[in-house]
């Protein structure tokens, strides 16, 4: 059957959720949207791991009992889940496991005894009882040797925890054992045998190397003297089971492993095995205890382990409330739609690696990638398409008699080269998209929305509007752009959801582009004269420093720019500029005279015969893109200046160089013998047109 499973770890309940916890369902929430668009019948659990010695502690210091803490944190996973579009009602996961739940407990009851009545590869029983003598981080719930532990400054005193600083707990007493030493063999012979077993590669290294080096026998179980909150062990009720035992066995019972009724409304047959996401940190639990155990048991292996990176600061530091660098959620919530968290989150970690976060490189992203990107390119074909075609898609097809008048204008006749393009993004998408490619995936959908808008503003629709002669031509150019639109609403639906609906509702298109398997599509298949939605704005512009001002964000201090009312103070005082050089002086009235305005390079290329020259449309925020030429195509690649924002000298008498005309200048810097261009541009964002003062 064609199914899917996908997981994210299961949350400690003794605290509240922060951005990592949001950032793996965002993760498993997009696979699982994407599987479905595809017919995949898919099951995405998430939830919260609600036993152990750390919660009970929590409790106790909340004053609360164990269970009434566990209901209290995940009265917040359930807000944060629903407010960021994860739960049920919204599309997302399909179960918020718990391991409170009774059908949790019988489960795992049903593992441990069939694991206890199983031998080793080695023929040995795989969980027998004895004696444990350690020290156990109740943070981490993993007991820690000797390498993994910060011996103490004063003798007497405890270890301490090299993640997280805290002391560790002395354990000295009888214990079962899972006799893990047995399973390094059988284990290595998985990774081989499956070399995508454990994602990405280097992390499947790092496991393979711990398993060579030798393994020793888990502790499953504590006295109930010792730790009462967690599911008694069956048939010896004075011990309670590991509480990694118990977590990492939700991903069977929460789909009706050990229990009938589960299996009724769920299916462990029908899903298992699963996609387990987790972050690098509790990697280890996922590609070696739990495979063991499942070996043990004889039940199938998960189908993958997944590794993802960390989120650290925009300095690369660990984020924690101590360094006050951390993500609020709350502060997402107020300022950042939910669909540029989720693009940032995606196109922002390569998926494996750590990436950094901050709320100022979330705005930018937020501006240049969905705002001038795909949410202007949306606006801009469709406003097109309300002028010029009366809100009717207009015909993609140019009649055979008006295709030489067409072929005048330097508009393509062959649609099948757009089309082409579209599809070859649209394989690789989809190919990177499910080797989790993410950021890979998203710049290949990138790549259509420069190639579109490179083909508008090539096209110039607004001249052509001009001409009664050409309207099929400009029909066409605008018929391009609106297909591509609805194939990238479909790409990009399980990155952001509700962004591809709200264009897919403004191309006047039925139905919603969860339901539209991106591997099915037809260029082609809008239809023409159907009627197009309301245009509306889908990524409004971020006011960058308005926010970052409101936002208190001490990690970020610099980041805050001045507000616009504050006086502009002059950059370069008398004495200093005698010291650069400069010679003499102009009145600020002559400075006033030079009009200088943002732009934004759309396109960029050379010119044949002219090595030196490079023909650009740059876009300053007038209903045309000017076209300037540049003498810098020495220097400069012409591919990587397109998007970039520059400054350009608006006022410049137009002239004419090479036969083409140039509609202003780009200002540079020059420096050096031969006078080496380095083009003006700006750090922050900020619209194109504005005037420079
Ligand atoms: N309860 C265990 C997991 C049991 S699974 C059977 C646990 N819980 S946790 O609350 O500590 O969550 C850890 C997970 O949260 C990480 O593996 C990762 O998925 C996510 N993240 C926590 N901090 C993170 C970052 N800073 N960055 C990215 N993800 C992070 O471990």
């Excluded at 889940?81 to 009774?102: N, V």
């Excluded at 998985?190 to 888990?218: H, I, K, M």
């Excluded at 001409?467 to 952001?496: C, F, H, I």
Aim: proline share 6%; hydrophobic share 40%; aromatic share 10%.
């Amino acid at each position: 059957m064609n199914t899917f499973y996908v997981t994210t770890p299961i949350y400690y309940a003794n605290s509240l959720p922060h951005l990592g916890h949001l950032y793996t369902m965002i993760v498993a929430d997009t696979i699982s949207r994407a599987k479905r668009q595809r017919s995949i019948d898919t099951y995405f659990l998430t939830g919260t791991d609600e036993h152990g010695i750390n919660i009970e502690r929590a409790a106790q210091k909340a004053g609360r009992t164990p269970k009434e803490q566990a209901d209290y944190v995940v009265s917040y996973y359930k807000k944060m889940t629903s407010e960021f579009g994860l739960d049920t009602a919204h599309g997302g996961y399909d179960i918020f496991m718990r391991t409170t739940e009774p059908f949790h407990y019988q489960g795992v009851s049903e593992l441990w005894r069939r694991i206890a009545k199983a031998k080793t590869p080695k023929g040995n029983d795989a969980i027998y009882k004895g004696h444990y003598e350690g020290w156990f981080c109740a943070a981490c719930a993993e007991y820690k040797t000797e390498d993994e532990y910060q011996k103490p400054k004063n003798e007497g005193d405890p270890p301490t925890c090299l993640i997280h600083d805290t002391p560790l707990d002395r354990v000295s007493e009888e214990s079962y054992f899972f006799r893990l030493s047995d399973y390094d063999e059988a284990l290595l012979s998985v990774l081989e045998e499956r070399p995508d077993f454990v994602r990405p590669d280097y992390r499947r290294n790092e496991v393979a190397s711990f398993l060579r080096g030798g393994l020793q026998d888990l502790s499953v179980s504590r006295l109930k003297t010792s730790v009462s909150w967690g599911i008694p062990v069956p048939d010896d009720p004075a011990h309670t089971m590991y509480v990694w035992f118990d977590a990492l066995t939700n991903y069977i019972t929460a789909i009706g492993f050990g229990n009938e009724e589960r299996q009724k409304v769920v299916g462990f047959d029908k899903y298992w095995p699963a996609l387990h996401l987790v972050g690098k940190d509790i990697l280890r639990f996922h590609a070696v205890y739990w495979p063991a155990f499942l070996l043990a048991a004889g039940i199938e292996l998960p189908r993958a382990i997944v590794a993802h990176g960390m989120w650290l600061d925009p300095n690369g530091r660990k984020m924690s409330k101590t360094l006050g660098n951390t993500i609020e959620l709350d502060i997402l919530q107020k300022y950042f739609s939910i669909d540029s968290i989720r693009y940032f989150c995606l196109r922002e970690m390569v998926f494996g690696q750590d990436g950094r976060f901050g709320y100022e490189g979330l705005i930018d992203r937020a501006n240049s990638d969905l705002a001038s990107g795909w949410g202007n390119l949306s606006s801009r074909t469709l406003t097109m398409i309300a002028r010029y075609c009366d809100s009717r898609i207009p015909s993609g097809v140019i009649p055979e008699d008006k295709l030489l008048l067409a072929k005048r204008t330097g508009v393509d006749t062959d649609e099948t080269t757009v089309a082409g393009f579209i599809e070859l993004a649209r394989d690789q998408f989809v190919h990177q998209f499910d080797n989790l490619a993410f950021s890979k995936a998203l710049e290949t959908a990138w790549s259509v929305v420069a190639r579109v808008d490179k083909m508008i503003t090539d096209a110039k629709p607004w001249d052509l509007a001009k001409d009664e002669n050409q309207k099929q031509t400009l029909g066409v150019v605008l018929y391009r752009a609106a297909e591509s639109l609805r194939w990238l609403s479909v790409l990009l639906y399980p990155v952001m959801p509700e962004a591809s609906r709200a264009i897919w509702k403004q191309l006047g298109l039925d139905g919603s582009p969860a339901q539209i398997d991106p591997t099915q599509l037809k260029w082609g298949e809008l239809k023409e004269g159907s009627t197009i939605g309301e245009v509306q704005p889908v990524f409004p512009r971020m006011d960058k420093a308005k926010i970052m001002s409101e936002i208190s964000a001490p990690t970020e201090p610099s980041a805050v720019a001045p507000g616009p009312s504050e006086p502009s103070a002059p950059v370069v005082h008398a004495t200093q500029a005698d010291a650069v050089g400069v010679t003499s002086f102009i009145e600020i009235d002559d400075f006033a005279k030079v009009d200088l305005r943002v732009g934004q390079v759309l396109s960029a290329e050379r010119i044949p015969k002219a090595d030196k020259l490079l023909l650009m449309k740059v876009d300053i925020g007038e209903e045309q893109p000017r076209q300037i030429l540049a003498g810098i195509a020495q220097y400069y690649e012409p591919e990587k200046l397109i998007g970039r924002k520059v400054v350009i000298v608006a006022n410049l008498k137009p002239r004419k160089l090479r036969g083409l005309e140039s509609q202003g200048m780009v200002v540079a810097a020059s420096y050096g013998e031969e006078g080496r261009p380095v083009i003006a541009t700006f750090t922050e964002d900020v619209p194109n047109g504005a005037r420079l003062k």
